[in-house]
């Protein structure tokens, strides 16, 4: 930041989910200039994905406070607390209905500057999903093949492309892989969602424990996201805790959690589906597998690694093949080490031009010019209403009448009311809606 920048800024970020709490909060770190004093406030969106104290514990990111807010309080807290920049770490819908929401709550009056942006891999509903994230003085995009992307989208549909701001995924760290774990050890890293049929996840399930039997000198590992009845970015119906239950599995093969970086650290092998992980792992250098067992299809997501080098499947793995990433391909993707070897920077600059640009938005003179998304009532009149009263939200923004206000931490029998009320509806997500499913199907 220029010289003009203030040393002292307080922050808040909005999140729906652990692994979005975790992207937003290092976001807002990278942002902000190293001899700033800094001052991090989190605000949880209560609904399905609110972490619990666990998978907080698990993402590893402190803030100097935390608190459980609906979307209505969250609008309310920011027309009473200054902050200098906001970043909205939720799903499209989420960030469209805040971005209305903070527009019609903020007025002309002084604001923050606004950053929003992708928790990871960008691999289906581009279209939709920016066009949802438009309106905030900063869409980032983790790679330079995402901003191209990106501004393409805005340009096309007429919409200002100006906040699309070329960054890197924030949680790319660690020592680069050198080799040699004793034992040698593989991971495959799940994801909720993909594949989303109990076909497809007991046959990788059922390969990888086979690796496992093929090579009882490695160890491999399931490296799992959540724990049976949480939830996060995303919905698992079919967890691998309950598909491996009643097989066999060898000593060498586990089941594990905890933090991504700390797994990879002592991973020889990533092996995976479609997760960012893999771009954890590139980053590091470790040696990384996306498989094509299942197919390269846009529903998996491996698609996006089309040229990466990185596609093989498990017949390829089990007879010792090594994919050898493709430095071009990894250097547009925004990892460190292909950015590095092309020329093109390093991961430590990254942030840079958001900084800046951060910079000269809170240096102008006056008041930022007011929130303005594509979407209104006239651009979108059949879509944008609804999305704004998912979040008790009317047609301008300002909040229903009888949207939940509360201001106060909830009691025991709300504690124990809403504990049962999130229970029964992972009891719909996990039991009942795939039951439905399957009977429709017949």
Not at 7 to 14: F, G, I, Q, T, Y
Not at 235 to 248: A, N, T
Not at 292 to 310: A, I, K, P, Y
Not at 347 to 361: F, H, Q, S
Request: with cysteine.
């Amino acid at each position: 930041m220029p010289t003009s920048a203030r040393k002292s800024l307080r922050v808040a970020v909005l999140a729906d989910s652990d692994t979005r709490w975790k992207w937003g909060a290092l976001t807002a770190q990278r942002l902000t200039p190293a001899d700033a004093e800094v001052r991090l406030d989190g605000y949880l969106l209560r609904g399905r994905a609110t972490p619990t104290a666990r998978q907080l514990q698990e993402v590893g990111v402190r803030a100097d406070s935390l608190r459980e807010v609906t979307g209505v309080e969250f609008l309310r807290a920011m027309t009473e607390e200054p902050y200098d920049v906001l970043v909205l770490a939720l799903v499209g819908g989420g960030v469209q209905a805040m971005l209305h929401g903070l527009r019609a709550a903020w007025g002309t009056g002084r604001r923050p500057v606004v950053v929003t942006g992708y928790v990871g891999v960008v691999y289906e509903k581009l279209t939709d999903g920016l066009l949802l994230r438009h309106g905030a003085d900063l869409v980032l995009a983790n790679s330079r093949h995402d901003a191209d992307r990106f501004r393409a989208v805005y340009e096309g549909v007429g919409a200002d492309a100006s906040s699309v701001t070329e960054v890197a995924l924030p949680f790319l760290d660690g020592q680069p892989y050198t080799g040699g774990h004793e034992p040698y050890t593989v991971v495959f890293a799940a994801q909720p969602s993909v594949p989303d049929n109990r076909r497809d996840r007991a046959y990788l399930l059922d390969r990888l424990i086979e690796h496992a039997r093929r090579h009882p000198e490695r160890e491999v590992l399931l490296k799992l996201r959540s724990k049976p009845g949480e939830h996060t970015t995303h919905i698992e119906e079919l967890p691998y805790q309950k598909l491996v239950q009643g097989m066999d599995p060898p000593a060498n093969f586990r089941l594990v959690y905890g933090h991504m970086g700390e797994v990879l650290d002592r991973t020889d092998l990533l092996v995976t589906v479609s997760s960012t992980a893999a771009l954890e792992a590139l980053h590091r250098r470790v040696p990384t597998v996306v498989l094509t067992d299942l197919g390269v299809r846009e529903v998996l997501g491996n698609h996006h690694f089309t040229g990466s080098g990185c596609l093989a499947s498990w017949d390829q793995l089990d007879a010792g093949h090594r994919p050898v990433p493709d430095p071009e391909w990894v250097a547009r993707q925004g990892v460190g080490a292909g950015a590095a070897a092309s020329g093109e920077g390093t991961y430590a600059t990254a942030y840079d031009t958001a900084r800046d640009r951060i910079a000269e938005l809170l240096d102008r003179s006056g008041a930022l010019p007011p929130l303005n998304p594509y979407y209104t009532p006239r651009t979108a009149p059949g879509y944008l209403p609804g999305i704004l009263a998912r979040h008790h939200l009317g047609p301008d923004g300002a909040p229903l009448p009888g949207a939940p206000t509360a201001d106060k931490a909830p009691g025991p029998v709300r504690q124990i009311v809403r504990r049962a009320a999130r229970g029964a509806y992972r009891h719909g997500v996990q039991r009942v809606a795939p039951v439905i499913r399957r009977m429709g199907e017949l």
